[in-house]
């Protein structure tokens, strides 16, 4: 077994063991579901960039910007412009769901619109369209894991196993088992964009600069938006709807996060920080 396996391997056995020893005693759904509603700014962080910085930001972009050029940028600006928005809507969804015991998408769209249809179709909705989203970022770990080591079978059992222990240390942990790996996974995706952005431009090509040198003069068309599939148009409405859907809650992953936090000040912190660091995914 090759070093890279076994270090992938390792990886992701060590982020599931943090998942279970991030288990607290449950004494409710709360627990489970929002931690409580305990959770100060930092630990928002770290939540919400595991919701960010994901598999996408590797393979999804970067297959993007090959295949369109500029136009992948798009995904730049919209979650800074989003947070923003939020910073003030977000405290006044999480005042409403603490008054009213929500946990959930549909808790609070039962609790607000008075239907129970509603909140059901949103459940219903936000699981069928949340599979692609889980089946690309376990593919993208597999895929990963395949390039490190050459060896197509590994991509698939590291498929296999991550997929069965993040089920079991989510079903054990709840959110706090989510954070807990949070902190030590996403810390360790940004020295690797740090290593992406820096080193290797500075070690192939002599830094940034010199690495855009290169590419504009054997690969012109990566630095422009493309006439065609990956135009303009395309640039202007992905990033609109992108944003749209982030500010306006629309993916219900992100609800246990946002109502998880202690304070409405908490969120407010958050939200400042958010807009001016992330990157998204």
Do not use: C
């Not at 579901?33 to 700014?41: D, K, L, S």
């Amino acid at each position: 077994m090759s070093a890279a396996l076994w270090v992938s391997l390792v990886g992701i056995v060590l982020i599931a063991a943090l998942g279970f020893v991030g288990r607290r005693r449950a004494t409710d759904m709360a627990e489970w579901t929002v931690g409580g509603r305990r959770f100060g700014a930092a630990t928002m962080w770290f939540l919400q960039a595991g919701e960010v910085f994901t598999t996408f930001t590797f393979l999804g972009m970067a297959g993007l910007a090959f295949a369109g050029g500029v136009a992948a940028l798009y995904s730049l600006p919209y979650v800074p412009l989003a947070y923003a928005g939020l910073y003030w809507l977000a405290p006044r969804i999480w005042k409403r769901a603490r008054a009213h015991g929500h946990m959930t998408m549909s808790d609070f769209l039962h609790g607000f619109y008075g239907s129970r249809a509603l909140a059901l179709l949103a459940a219903v909705l936000g699981v069928v369209f949340l599979l692609p989203y889980l089946q690309l970022q376990i593919t993208g770990l597999g895929l990963a894991v395949q390039l490190a080591t050459g060896n197509h079978a590994s991509g698939q059992w590291s498929m296999v196993i991550a997929f069965g222990l993040t089920v079991a240390f989510v079903l054990w942990a709840g959110i706090r088992g989510v954070a807990t790996t949070s902190y030590f996974k996403d810390a360790l995706m940004l020295v690797v964009l740090l290593v992406l952005v820096f080193l290797i431009p500075a070690h192939f090509a002599g830094g940034i600069g010199p690495t855009f040198t290169r590419v504009l003069a054997e690969h012109r068309g990566l630095l422009s938006v493309h006439t065609g599939t990956y135009d303009s148009t395309w640039f202007l409405t992905s990033m609109v709807a992108s944003a749209l859907g982030v500010l306006f809650m629309t993916l219900p992953h992100s609800w246990p996060a946002l109502l998880s936090a202690d304070s409405p000040r908490a969120r407010a912190r958050f939200q400042m920080r958010g807009a001016s660091q992330y990157s998204p995914a």
